[in-house]
């Protein structure tokens, strides 16, 4: 019934960039924080940036001045944009969607994204 359908990975060589869309369905998505997470190889999961339902973002050290996650409720979507590309930045991109610590969380299937020359 809840769907997370993510978008827009691949492989891009150091310094490029690259835009994730994740597109939710199922839920009230104007109510809900979104955000993306990452998992490297051998590495936890990690929040990358998120944005709540009234528009405020958290970010991740690691991505300031580089990635911008946006959204449109219009059509229950989140973007994620990546810019200066790193090769630290390969991973599973993971889509989710929260709206309470009482329940658990919706999650995308993830989407590699490796960076690499």
Do not use: H
Request: proline share 4%.
């Amino acid at each position: 019934q809840v769907q997370l359908v993510e978008s827009g990975g691949g492989l891009v060589q150091p310094g490029g960039s690259l835009r994730l869309s994740c597109a939710a369905s199922g839920i009230i998505f104007s109510m809900y924080t979104m955000a993306w997470y990452r998992q490297a190889p051998g590495k936890q999961r990690e929040l990358v940036l998120s944005i709540s339902s009234g528009g405020g973002t958290k970010s991740a050290d690691s991505v300031k001045g580089r990635f911008t996650i946006s959204r449109d409720n219009a059509k229950n979507t989140v973007y994620l944009q990546m810019n200066s590309l790193k090769p630290e930045d390969t991973a599973v991109y993971y889509c989710n969607a929260n709206y309470s610590p009482r329940v658990p969380d919706y999650w995308g299937q993830g989407t590699q994204v490796t960076v690499s020359s």
